[in-house]
């Protein structure tokens, strides 16, 4: 049975730091692609930054990079999404996802298989 959880959330003023992290079982974060996703209320859920270690792949939606940044400890099988300078624009619940080979855009929920419940993130201004 796959298992995310996420962790880490919290509520900071404009140009402070979080740091996320997903907890996998169930799959190997190395050999799994997996994903951040957000969500604000009202709005559409968004990709943030996906990685895909054995392949050595990483990817940032542009208005994350340069603040965001992805990695992975394999021993203890979690990913860790850092954010830095975070922004109002960022307060969103954020979800872990994994798929073991996606099949489309990494950017899209639907290529995804497993969620995490999610940890809210608030920047205050």
């Known amino acids: 049975q796959v298992q995310l959880v996420e962790s880490g959330g919290g509520s900071v003023q404009a140009g402070g730091s979080l740091r996320l992290s997903c907890a996998a079982s169930g799959i190997t974060v190395r050999r799994d692609y997996m994903g951040w996703f957000r969500q604000a209320p009202g709005k559409e859920r968004q990709a943030v930054a996906a990685?895909?270690?054995?392949?050595?792949?990483?990817h940032y939606a542009d208005s994350v990079k340069g603040r965001f940044t992805l990695s992975q400890d394999n021993a203890k099988n979690m990913v860790y999404l850092q954010m830095n300078s975070l922004k109002p624009e960022d307060t969103a619940m954020y979800h872990c996802?994994?798929?073991?080979?996606?099949?489309?855009?990494?950017?899209?929920?639907?290529?995804?298989?497993?969620w995490g419940q999610g940890t809210q993130v608030t920047v205050s201004s």
């Open positions: 990685i895909y270690a054995d392949a050595g792949f990483t």
């Open positions: 996802a994994a798929v073991l080979r996606i099949g489309g855009n990494w950017r899209r929920s639907d290529a995804y298989d497993y």
